[in-house]
């Protein structure tokens, strides 16, 4: 089989040029350009239905789907409908022959007519509007077609008759070798894939720039009904190849153009008139299926706005009950810290009347050393060997023999803790042991050793110390019964 085609456009200024049929070759069959541009076609009609999918409230998924079920029984019903109207010819010999879309022989209308069944069919199964499916497939399908168009130029078909000279037409006229009027000469024919292709190009662009204006489902689609039906009407008279019914002169293609056409237009006329209607009725709305579209995501984002709703309260709820827990705990923290403060405060004042009796008592002890000095100076000048004997023993030893006083002198010591209040049986029971030594030598003491030392190196004092017969002892007790304003002490100890 011959697979090289001779083409010309001499009325638009280009020349005699040759294509193949067969694009490449894979795994040894045959790839042709045919087959390829008819794929892209497609290809673009998905893309296409996709970008539209959502203004009719269908996902991706649903185009997929829509897809599979369309561009199958599509190819399907292209080559069946060219193989019922083509039996009489005598061109198939075989199944081979019958399935061989390769060679060419699909017709568009089978292929509207398997697709629509497809479609209608997934829609029903999936609950969709299958008038919005039709819509934003159409525009698509419109493009498909003005592809595809070019597939029968690669193998040089869908041609027409001879063009006249004084046709309007004659600038669009093509060389084509080999043809069915000439052979292998060239002859110039009209180019009706072009024309048709050009037809859908317009129809696309005026299709796709009303579609957001469009007043009801399936306006789209019967515009693209009524326009390609109009077209292809009117091209499909100017063509060799066209199919007829049976063994008359009726070209199939044309008259269910003209259907088509006729069909459309009656459908867009009753749509515009309804729409119009509507328009007049506000209360009632435009489009039910969008309203209801509508309805249901004003419901849906009501619904999740109520979650966030609720969930925003949970968290505030959560918030506050740890907030509350902290403030207890803070709370629990200083209560027991203003408990212990209570009692450190309740411990404290007869702390504070002890140290402040203590501080008192040292006061009185320290105010007295001048005449504590005094009068131990007079007695270290009577007997000062004595005297000095006598102090060092005072400062080693303890003496049992206390008065009253004496216990207030002992709180001079650091109190650490708080002892309990003592009945006065208690305090008769436990006399504390005082230092003599200390009471008296806070600074009386170094006077009675530096004066005692100095009055010792004096033969004076120590005839005066010889001519006093006084003891030791006896003057220790003296000096004590002095010292503590004794009111039992003799005129003469005191002396």
Known sequence: MDTLVTMSFPGLGIGEFTVNKVAFSLFGRDVRWYGIV????????????????????????????????????????????????????????????????????????????????????????????????????????????????????????????????????????????????????????????????????????????????????????????????????WIEQLRTDSLYLGNTNIRISQWVGFLCFFGALIVLIAGFIKSGKKKNEPTEPVDDTRAAAEQAITSREDDVMSRVADTEQASADVAAAEAATVNEAESVETTNEVGAADAAEAALPATDAEELLTNETVETVNAAPDETAETVSDVAEQAPSDVLETAETVESTETADTTAPIETIETVEPVETVEPEKTEADEAEEIPEIDAAAVITRRPAATIRQKAADTAETDEYDDASEGDGATAEELTSAIQRFMFDDDDASETDKK
């Open 38 to 233: 008819i794929t892209l076609g497609m290809l673009f009609a998905v893309f296409y239905a996709l970008y539209r999918c959502k203004m009719d409230g269908f996902t991706l998924d649903d185009v997929v789907d829509l897809a599979l079920c369309v561009i199958v029984p599509g190819v399907l019903g292209a080559r069946i409908y060219y193989v019922l109207n083509t039996l009489g010819q005598g061109k198939y010999q075989s199944f081979y022959d019958v399935i061989a879309i390769w060679n060419g022989g699909l017709a568009i209308y089978g292929g509207i007519i398997g697709g629509a069944i497809g479609l209608i069919i997934c829609c029903l199964v999936k609950k969709k509007n299958p008038l919005a499916a039709f819509d934003f497939a159409a525009p698509g399908c419109m493009v498909a077609q003005a592809m595809g168009r070019w597939g029968n130029f690669f193998n040089g078909e869908a041609y027409g008759g001879l063009v006249s000279e004084d046709s309007f037409l004659y600038y669009f006229r093509m060389g084509l070798s080999p043809n069915d009027f000439t052979g292998s000469i060239m002859a110039y024919v009209h180019p009706t894939f072009l024309y048709e292709s050009l037809w859908n190009l317009l129809g696309f662009i005026w299709i796709n720039a009303t579609y957001k204006r469009r007043k009801f489902r399936g306006q789209i689609f019967f515009s693209y009904l009524a326009w390609y039906g109009f077209g292809r009407f």
